[in-house]
């Protein structure tokens, strides 16, 4: 996952996390799990501080399906 630019690596850990367990709570496969993390680690990484990024459900799946492909969760 490329981000649109890196502007603050503080949150992109708990970011990830956060993402892989959406994906093992809807019974993802790893890879899937994985991608959902690195999607919403993206996020985190191209805004300053640790939660001041925001997304819809509809833009974040957009994201994840602009680079993987179809997301089926």
């Known amino acids: 996952m490329t981000p649109a630019g890196a502007v603050d690596p503080t949150g992109v850990g708990d970011a990830f996390r956060g993402g892989l367990m959406k994906?093992?709570?809807?019974?993802?496969?790893?890879?899937?799990c994985?991608?959902?993390?690195?999607v919403a680690a993206?996020?985190?990484?191209e805004h300053v501080g640790g939660?001041?990024?925001?997304?819809?459900?509809?833009?974040?799946?957009?994201?994840y399906e602009s680079q993987f492909?179809?997301?089926?969760?």
């Not at 993206?42 to 990484?45: E, G, N, P, R």
């Not at 492909?69 to 969760?73: A, F, R, V």
């Open 23 to 32: 994906g093992l709570a809807a019974g993802a496969p790893w890879e899937t």
């Open 42 to 45: 993206t996020y985190a990484l």
């Open 51 to 63: 939660s001041s990024h925001r997304y819809s459900w509809s833009e974040f799946k957009a994201r």
């Open 69 to 73: 492909g179809p997301l089926h969760i």
């Open 34 to 38: 994985g991608r959902l993390g690195s």
